[in-house]
T-cell receptor, first 112, second 119 residues
Framework: SQKIEQNSEALNIQEGKTATLTCNYT??????LQWYRQDPGRGPVFLLL?????KEKRKERLKVTFDTTLKQSLFHITASQPADSATYLC???????????FGSGTRLQVQP | GAVVSQHPSRVICKSGTSVKIECRSL??????MFWYRQFPKQSLMLMAT?????????EQGVEKDKFLINHASLTLSTLTVTSAHPEDSSFYIC???????????????FGPGTRLTVL
């Protein structure tokens, strides 16, 4: 069955450092992968989408890589700030009209 | 960006009652809406896919008679939890997919979620 793994342990880093979150998947060939931010008691907020034929995508302080051979995506936040503290979810999608399949998320805590 | 609203944001009800949750796309037409459920510290689990004007498609293990979904227009989908029980207490989130924007990779826009507590 399809499986998406994100580190369930919280990631604690110091302000100004780069945070790197990992998303691994098995038994899946996604057409694209998305990263979302979720704050407690709120719905997910879309951050970045990367397609299967793209290696890297950037948006301001965010960078996403997508390695379909390793079946892995890395999500980087550079110059992290306490306001970046949240849970980050990766989600995989295909070209059909299906919903996204979400990982369980990794909680990021940026210490001032 | 596109906005999706949910109402109510929080509801507490007695066991055995029914609860209706609304999901609206405010500034775009949503051909497809999705309903997810999320338990504490867990991932979003898809419950059903709702297409305007047709019956919803439910995921395996989700009771269609218990979770009634109606997608009457391109901007509104409703989820009704019938005869709710304490185990139905959860965070329910809808998302909407815009019509024809960007090919196959249509972005999904999520609502803020509805916290249901069944006593």
């Amino acid at each position: 069955s399809q499986k998406i793994e994100q580190n369930s342990e919280a990631l604690n880093i110091q302000e100004g450092k780069t945070a790197t979150l990992t998303c691994n998947y098995t038994n899946y060939s996604p057409a694209y992968l998305q990263w979302y931010r979720q704050d407690p008691g709120r719905g997910p907020v879309f951050l970045l989408l990367i397609r299967e034929n793209e290696k890297e995508k950037r948006k301001e302080r965010l960078k996403v890589t997508f390695d379909t051979t390793l079946k892995q995506s890395l999500f980087h936040i550079t110059a992290s700030q306490p306001a970046d503290s949240a849970t980050y979810l990766c989600a995989l999608g295909d070209t059909g009209r299906r919903a996204l399949t979400f990982g369980s998320g990794t909680r990021l805590q940026v210490q001032p | 960006g596109a906005v999706v609203s949910q109402h109510p944001s929080r509801v507490i009800c007695k066991s055995g009652t029914s609860v209706k949750i609304e999901c609206r796309s405010l500034d775009f037409q949503a051909t497809t809406m999705f309903w997810y459920r999320q338990f504490p510290k867990q991932s979003l689990m898809l419950m059903a896919t709702s297409n305007e004007g047709s019956k919803a498609t439910y995921e395996q293990g989700v009771e269609k008679d218990k979770f009634l979904i109606n997608h009457a227009s391109l901007t509104l989908s409703t989820l009704t939890v019938t005869s709710a029980h304490p185990e139905d207490s959860s965070f329910y989130i809808c998302s909407a997919r815009a019509r024809g924007a960007g090919g196959s990779y249509n972005e999904q826009f999520f609502g803020p979620g509805t916290r249901l507590t069944v006593l």
